[in-house]
């Protein structure tokens, strides 16, 4: 009898309401990438090669994920440093909501610990002592209900790179506005 209910229970479950956390089913994968996205850093792009990407869980209090998910965040100024062996985010600024607790008092820009597995963490710093390396945050998403930040081992580019990048981007704008005005 208990498997007669235990099967009955599963399927109203599962019909009872939309799943949290994951994007719909009907949308594109890009734009279920961007249902789960919370932030970008875009300046990061622009100013560094990324060699490598990272995935890190991040130590958050009760009113940074409440302000997370209104998407009050700016990764821009932000990023990582090793300390003692562990993983921390500088400059990552989560501004609080006007309804938060009046018994705690928010730092919108404290230091925040960022969680990977000890040899990522080693091999990292092995990484960093080259010259030239360094940390970048450069988005911050969920998955499975929890927020992440995905790091990226960089190198900064040269000012001949940044301009190479500007001109691509507009060869890239006029070609597509000659696309869109030819087939008009």
Known sequence: MATKEASSKKPAAASSGKAV???AANLTPKAAAAAVRIAD???AL???????RFEAGMVLEGWEVKSLREGKVQLTDGYVVIR?????IIGCQINPLGTASTHIRPDSVRT???LMHKD???RLIGKIEQKGYTLVPLNLHWKAGKV???VGLAKGKGEHDK???IKDREGKREVERAMKSRSR
């Open 148 to 150: 992440k930040c995905e």
């Open 163 to 165: 301009r190479d990048t």
């Open 84 to 88: 003692n062996g562990e993983l921390f």
């Open 112 to 114: 925040k610990k960022l």
């Open 21 to 23: 956390g994951k994007p």
């Open 46 to 52: 622009f100013n560094y090669h990324i060699e490598e």
């Open 120 to 122: 990522e963490i080693r």
């Open 41 to 43: 850093n875009k300046k």
